[in-house]
C-alpha cells in the first residue's frame, strides 16, 4: 500500500507539472542557458533532480558559496567546470596575496569524482604545483581542457607534470624537452614570463594553437613564432623595444588586446596594419587618432573596438594621441566594417 502511494504521488507531481518525465528527459538536454536551468529547477523536486542529472556546465563565481562536496552530491556528472576565487578587485592589488581562493580541496574532490569532467577552468586562484601533480595523475587522461586564469603559486615543475601526464599539453621552458609534440587547443593560460624561442617551439608543435598571452615580451622577437601560429585568433600583450621602420610578418589573430601592451602611437599604427583579419580590437587611448585611422583603412573585419583611459600614457602619446575630428575618418568606414559595438571613454557629442 506504501509502494502504490509513492507512485500515485510521483504521477501526481509528473501531472502537475503538465510534462512526463519522458518528454522532460529528451528537453533538459537542450536548455544550456544557467539562467534557465536554475529556474527550472525551481518548478518541483523532480525538475530539480532531472537538472542535477543532466548539467553539463557549472560556472562558480566565488568558490566559497559552496563547497566541492556539496557540488559533487548535486551535480554527478558535469563535464565542465569554472571556478573564481579571488575578487576582480586583485587584479589591482587591491588585495592581500594570501587572501584565499586556493583550489586544493576542489583538486581533491576532482580527483576522487566528476568522472565525466572534460574542462577545467581555474581563475583567479593560488594553484600549487601539488594541485597540478594530482590533476594530471587522476584525471590526466580524461581531461581535455585545462585552463589556468591570473593565478598564482605554481611553477614549470607543476607543469611539468600536466606536460608528462596529460593528454593536452601546456609547455613553459623546462618542460619542452619532455614534450617534442602536443595540442593546446582551446586550452589558455596566460604567460608571465617566457623565452620567444619556447614560444616559436609551441607554435610549430601546435597547429590548432588558438590564443596566447604574454607580459612585456618584444614583438620583433616573435616573428617566428606568428609566422608558425596560422591557427591564431587571439593574442594579448608584447611590446616595441625600439620603433622600427615596419613590421615584417603578418598576425593572424581575430582579436588583438593591447590594454597592457606597452605600445605608444606610432606601435598601434605599425602593429595594426599587419592584422587585416581582426575582429575585435580592445585597447588604451594612446592609441590615438592616426592608429584610428590605420584600423578603419587596414582592419576591414573589425566588428568590436573598445579602447580605455590609460594612467600611463602621459609620456607615451604624440602630438596626435589624442582624439579630435579626425575620428570621424574611422566613423567613415563604419558601415564598410559592419563594427556594431564600439567604446571610447573619452569623446564628444559631436563626434559620436
Not at 620603433?243 to 590594454?259: M, R, Y
Request: hydrophobic share 40%; proline share 3%; with cysteine.
Amino acid at each position: 500500500m506504501e509502494e502504490e502511494n509513492q507512485s500515485n504521488k510521483s504521477s501526481r507531481i509528473s501531472c502537475s507539472s503538465g510534462m512526463s518525465d519522458v518528454v522532460l528527459g529528451c528537453v533538459m538536454p537542450y536548455i544550456h542557458d544557467p539562467r534557465d536551468r536554475d529556474a527550472v529547477s525551481l518548478v518541483c523536486r523532480r525538475w530539480y533532480e532531472l537538472d542535477a542529472l543532466t548539467r553539463k556546465h557549472i560556472t562558480i563565481a566565488l568558490c566559497y558559496t559552496t563547497s566541492p562536496d556539496r557540488l559533487r552530491r548535486r551535480f554527478k556528472h558535469l563535464e565542465s567546470l569554472k571556478l573564481k576565487g579571488k575578487p576582480r578587485a586583485a587584479m589591482f592589488n587591491l588585495i592581500p596575496e594570501d587572501w584565499g581562493g586556493f583550489v586544493t580541496p576542489w583538486v581533491n574532490e576532482i580527483a576522487e569524482s566528476f568522472n565525466c569532467l572534460k574542462s577545467l577552468h581555474f581563475r583567479r586562484m593560488i594553484v600549487k604545483d601539488s594541485d597540478l601533480e594530482l590533476l594530471a595523475k587522476s584525471r590526466g587522461r580524461v581531461l581535455q581542457v585545462l585552463k589556468i586564469e591570473k593565478c598564482s603559486g605554481f611553477s614549470t615543475d607543476g607543469l611539468l607534470h600536466v606536460g608528462r601526464l596529460c593528454s593536452f599539453k601546456i609547455l613553459l621552458d623546462n618542460l619542452l624537452p619532455f614534450c617534442p609534440s602536443f595540442n593546446v587547443f582551446m586550452c589558455h593560460m596566460d604567460l608571465n614570463t617566457v623565452r620567444f624561442e619556447d614560444l616559436e617551439l609551441i607554435a610549430k608543435n601546435c597547429r590548432n594553437l588558438v590564443s596566447v598571452k604574454i607580459s612585456d615580451c618584444e614583438i620583433l622577437d616573435l616573428v617566428g613564432f606568428f609566422n608558425a601560429a596560422a591557427a591564431l585568433e587571439e593574442f594579448c600583450g608584447g611590446s616595441f623595444n625600439d620603433v622600427p621602420d615596419s613590421v615584417p610578418f603578418c598576425i593572424p589573430a581575430q582579436k588583438l588586446d593591447l590594454l597592457y601592451a606597452l605600445l605608444d602611437t606610432e606601435d598601434h599604427c605599425l602593429l595594426i596594419q599587419k592584422c587585416c583579419n581582426l575582429e575585435v580590437l580592445e585597447t588604451r587611448n594612446v592609441i590615438g587618432d592616426r592608429g584610428l585611422e590605420v584600423l578603419a583603412s587596414s582592419c576591414k573585419r573589425l566588428k568590436r573596438l573598445r579602447i580605455e583611459r590609460g594612467a600611463d600614457e602621459q609620456g607615451m602619446e604624440d602630438e596626435e594621441g589624442v582624439f579630435t575630428e579626425r575620428i570621424n575618418c574611422f566613423g567613415s568606414g563604419l558601415s564598410r566594417t559592419g563594427i556594431h559595438a564600439v567604446y571610447v571613454p573619452q569623446t564628444s557629442q559631436m563626434l559620436l
